[in-house]
Every structure is written in structure tokens, then in C-alpha cells.
């Protein structure tokens, strides 16, 4: 298991990390169990289908740039914002241009820290 994420406005850069370095698993514990990811505007997945979600972004090969914008907190549920982009050249040598704005809800607890559980990345479309 990875170190907890403390801070809610960290969250979204933990998650680039991981992304970046390729780590499904790592990216699988910002995770609370039964969260849901919008890999797609309208399309939510849980459960088992977040992984190959997850891993149909990763298989594009290219970096994700993260910027943190809002982090709202109340109690032990938080609310953060973050713009971010994925862009270049995929592995098939198409261009690839993703970019939004996320809307994501979290949960904090001692032990894991800041979890997704609403991984929604086009939060704003």
C-alpha cells in the first residue's frame, strides 16, 4: 500500500504521480472500495470495472499534467477540482488530446487517508 494522501489538495497530484509511473495498482489505492469512476462523460463504472478504466488511459503511454484548483472540505468528505491533460502522440502514432476539468468526491479516514469515491474527471461537461 501506498503512503495515505493527508491532503485533499494533494489528491489529484498523488493520482498524476501514480498515473505517470504507470502504477495501476498504485492508482487502484487512491481508491475507496466501491468507488466509482467516469471514465467518460455519463459513462460511470464500480467494482471490477474500474481497472481496465483505468488501464485503457494508461495504455495511451503519455504523461498526465495535473493542477489542483479547489479542495473543499467538510468533515471527513471533500470536494476537489483539478484541470489536467493528456496529450501527444499514442501508440498507434495518433494524436491524442484529453483535458478536463474534475469534479471528484473523497473520503478521508486515519488509516488510508484521501480516497476517490467519485473519480469523475470530465466533472464539468
Request: aromatic residues 8%; hydrophobic residues 45%.
Given at each position: 500500500?501506498?503512503?495515505?494522501?493527508?491532503?485533499?489538495?494533494?489528491?489529484?497530484?498523488?493520482?498524476?504521480?501514480?498515473?505517470?509511473?504507470?502504477?495501476?495498482?498504485?492508482?487502484?489505492?487512491?481508491?475507496?472500495?466501491?468507488?466509482?469512476f467516469?471514465p467518460?462523460?455519463?459513462?460511470?463504472?464500480?467494482?471490477?470495472?474500474?481497472?481496465?478504466?483505468?488501464?485503457?488511459?494508461?495504455?495511451?503511454?503519455?504523461?498526465?499534467?495535473?493542477?489542483?484548483?479547489?479542495?473543499?472540505?467538510?468533515?471527513?468528505?471533500?470536494?476537489?477540482?483539478?484541470?489536467?491533460?493528456?496529450?501527444?502522440?499514442?501508440?498507434?502514432?495518433?494524436?491524442?488530446?484529453?483535458?478536463?476539468?474534475?469534479?471528484?468526491?473523497?473520503?478521508?479516514?486515519?488509516?488510508?487517508?484521501?480516497?476517490?469515491?467519485?473519480?469523475?474527471?470530465?466533472?464539468?461537461?
Open positions: 500500500m501506498s503512503i495515505p494522501v493527508t491532503d485533499l489538495g494533494a489528491l489529484p497530484l498523488a493520482f498524476a504521480e501514480r498515473f505517470n509511473a504507470q502504477d495501476l495498482e498504485g492508482l487502484l489505492d487512491l481508491n475507496e472500495p466501491g468507488a466509482v467516469v467518460a462523460p455519463g459513462q460511470p463504472v464500480e467494482g471490477d470495472a474500474v481497472r481496465p478504466a483505468l488501464e485503457q488511459f494508461l495504455a495511451l503511454r503519455l504523461p498526465i499534467s495535473m493542477r489542483t484548483k479547489h479542495a473543499f472540505v467538510t468533515g471527513g468528505t471533500g470536494l476537489v477540482m483539478a484541470e489536467w491533460a493528456i496529450a501527444g502522440a499514442g501508440p498507434d502514432g495518433s494524436e491524442v488530446s484529453l483535458w478536463g476539468i474534475t469534479a471528484d468526491v473523497a473520503r478521508y479516514d486515519e488509516q488510508h487517508g484521501w480516497r476517490y469515491v467519485i473519480d469523475n474527471p470530465f466533472g464539468t461537461v
